[in-house]
């Protein structure tokens, strides 16, 4: 019996969208009809910055929102959900959720992004173990990477904290070049970006995450400077597919 | 009060995907959390090919299962519904959905996308009469964009029968290089559609609209061939904005 996937989108608003488009690119059909049922709540009024609260400038936890949203989706019939946030699922939020859900009784099965990245690269980059992270600034600070990374033996390698400040994060923040307010990576944001992966691989990386769901936007090249990258928004596309229907994932990435 | 946005995805799959995608990019916030609230049905499975039931190859219309998921969307809160599907716009469908929604006393506000596209054309393009129309094969022989456009005083221009069976509505359905089979607009299927641009012009269109929702992934700039393109997925998306808030209507299209 095949599921229904649900997203809780808006977080960020171009995240969601493009985690539905991977889903439709990554499900194998020869129909219209083939394709999976996809129910999508993207309601960004309630959902607080995950950043602002995890850098302690909100103290409203947006894990409240996030799970009701979660349940509106499992009411409607969703069976497998996924929030294509990376700095949602920081266990602070993340772990708050999941205990809403169980709270409410809601038994939906909510996937978690980073322990899916985890998975993927156990599976499909053997013997790499220095995992460079792109993200915000509140995923960095939060060490979402570092904790789950390392759980399952991978050491996170993170930029320096005034890189981190002064170059990563306007990338996606930045409220005049950044890809959140322009909806597309600039040229300012991708040179950023450009640095911090030439500094993660001096550090010794041997892959790059990009840990923030805007940010492959920025990249139309599955490589940068000679590292794979990796987007945990394609991969929990995939994820998503594969509990939904297995026999609709598509063989290899497209 | 701020409406919100109901969106019947899945016709076609990257279609619907387009519409959220042109949604977020034409509203104007200054944050995530200004994004409008949107909810997205995606339920392929049960929505017959809009083509073939005009073309008399299926018997069953649309309509219900189409009326069944805005009644949904109007069920989870939607105030104001889109379907980005022109074929569904004909007549035979759109009038369906309509008399079903009556009978079933659901009062949501669904848009027509395409007597939005002839409000777009008198506010925008004054003078223009002649309007040269590419689509799919069943909204060419269901006359969708004839009757509508003609009612507001317009001609429609369309492309020789055989020029629409031989290369148009391939360029969206061929399964080899249709763009519905590849998600994109492969260099064949583009070569089509500018021989039909061509075609319309010499014939007299003064402007071309793209009335497939899956034509403009064709498409980069905002002509071809001199002459104007309109997008109807892109007009849906300012017109659920305009009904859901007004204020958050970005002036100029982005």
Redesign the interface.
């Known amino acids: 019996m095949e599921k229904?996937i649900g997203v809780v989108?808006?977080?960020?608003?171009?995240a969601?969208?493009d985690l539905?488009?991977k889903i439709?690119?990554q499900t194998a059909v020869?129909?219209?009809?083939?394709?999976l049922?996809?129910?999508?709540?993207?309601?960004?009024?309630t959902?607080?910055?995950r950043t602002e609260f995890l850098l302690g400038q909100v103290a409203e936890n947006p894990a409240g929102a996030l799970a009701a949203q979660v349940q509106?989706l499992a009411k409607?019939g969703a069976g497998v959900v996924g929030i294509p946030c990376n700095t949602a699922h920081a266990p602070r939020i993340f772990n708050q959720i999941r205990a809403e859900l169980a709270a409410a009784n809601c038994n939906v099965q909510l996937l978690h992004m980073i322990e899916e990245v985890g998975r993927f690269l156990q599976d499909n980059l053997p013997g790499v173990t220095q995992i460079g992270v792109l993200s915000t600034t509140g995923t960095y600070q939060a060490g979402v990477y570092v904790e789950v990374l390392g759980a399952l033996g991978f050491t996170a390698v993170l930029p320096p904290f005034s890189l981190q400040t002064e170059k990563i994060h306007p990338a996606i923040y930045d409220?005049v070049y950044g890809i959140?307010a322009c909806?597309l990576a600039t040229e300012q944001a991708q040179a950023n970006l450009q640095e911090g992966i030439a500094t993660l691989k001096v550090a010794g990386a041997e892959a790059i995450i990009l840990g923030c769901t805007e940010l492959p936007l920025a990249f139309s090249e599955p490589t940068a400077a000679g590292l794979p990258l990796i987007d945990p928004t394609l991969i929990l596309a995939r994820a998503l597919i594969r509990e939904a229907n297995p026999a609709k994932l598509k063989e290899v990435i497209e």
Chains 1, 2 share one sequence.
């Open positions: 229904w989108g808006g977080v960020g608003p171009f969601g969208i539905l488009g439709a690119a020869n129909l219209d009809q083939e394709h049922t996809v129910l999508n709540w993207s309601q960004p009024a959902i607080v910055d509106q409607m409220p959140k909806g």
